[in-house]
């Protein structure tokens, strides 16, 4: 199955933003998140993914 926001793990971060685990291990992470428009997060120019 493909993983999507619409069958993923959810969680809330910030002022009313929204993640999902796309992946979620103990060695990687891949994450989709949103803010709000009225929010002034910098975009990251780096993947959504982290290696520990």
């Known amino acids: ?4 926001k619409e069958n ?3 969680y809330n ?3 009313n ?3 999902w685990h796309l992946v979620k ?6 994450l989709e998140e ?3 428009k009225e929010q ?3 975009q990251l120019s780096k ?6």
């Open 1 to 4: 199955m493909k993983k999507s």
């Open 8 to 10: 993923s793990e959810h």
């Open 13 to 15: 971060w910030g002022n």
């Open 17 to 19: 933003c929204n993640g």
């Open 25 to 30: 291990s103990e060695n990687f992470w891949r």
């Open 34 to 36: 949103e803010t709000q």
């Open 40 to 42: 002034n997060e910098k």
């Open 47 to 52: 993947p959504w993914w982290k290696f520990w």
